[in-house]
T-cell receptor
């Protein structure tokens, strides 16, 4: 069975602060994918990133960056210079080959105050 | 292009009634998924289709839940004898193929009174 832990249920920051959302997963697979999704108050789930377990290079996309550490089974997400529009629930979701599906964590609710 | 479309957006039904929830995936996407999201929780997997067949229905909570995708495109999730505990947002997603990102619809909010 696979398990995803997003230990931070809620984070509150002030605009322009940097914030890191943690994700730890369990897997027996040697190859897998990792995803992050954003769910703003409107409710739709928005795809942010997919990483292959073979590629441990950190990735940066604008104000977003991801730190993948295979040795500790973590895939953390950092937002630099947060903005009010970043307020949402963020989900980490591993894709394991055995299941052919995304398994979502409980999510981290990020509140960015002006 | 058009995204994943789910209808209705909201459904209120009485306990014991039958409901159908519809999902129109992105054109050309072969994989289709149903998830259920309760308040304050992450989406939970229900079932996925590869083409017309249900490749994995291990997430369906019991035999009151059933889903079909007869022509490999539109899918319908069917719930019989609804219970108050079935109240949740039902999310549909499609992907071009396995391992590709899932594109989610806006969901159907089901309320069983």
């Amino acid at each position: 069975a696979q398990k995803v832990t997003q230990a931070q249920t809620e984070i509150s920051v002030v605009e322009k602060e940097d914030v890191t959302l943690d994700c730890v997963y369990e897997t027996r697979d040697t190859t897998y994918y990792l995803f992050w999704y954003k769910q703003p108050p409107s409710g739709e789930l928005v795809f942010l990133i997919r990483r292959n377990s073979f590629d441990e290079q950190n990735e940066i996309s604008g104000r977003y960056s991801w730190n993948f550490q295979k040795s500790t089974s973590s895939f953390n997400f950092t937002i630099t210079a947060s903005q009010v529009v970043d307020s949402a629930v963020y989900f980490c979701a591993p894709w394991m080959n055995a299941g052919n599906m995304l398994t979502f964590g409980g999510g981290t609710r990020l509140m960015v105050k002006p | 292009g058009a995204g994943v479309s789910q209808t209705p957006s909201n459904k209120v039904t009485e306990k014991g009634k039958y409901v159908e929830l519809r999902c129109d995936p992105i054109s050309g996407h072969t994989a289709l998924y149903w998830y259920r999201q309760s308040l304050g929780q992450g989406p939970e997997f229900l079932i996925y289709f590869q083409g017309t067949g249900a490749a994995d229905d291990s997430g369906l909570p019991n035999d009151r839940f059933f889903a079909v995708r007869p022509e490999g495109s539109v899918s319908t999730l069917k719930i019989q004898r609804t219970e108050r505990g079935d109240s949740a947002v039902y999310l549909c997603a499609s992907s071009r193929d396995l391992n590709s990102p899932l594109h989610f619809g806006n969901g159907t909010r089901l309320t069983v009174t």
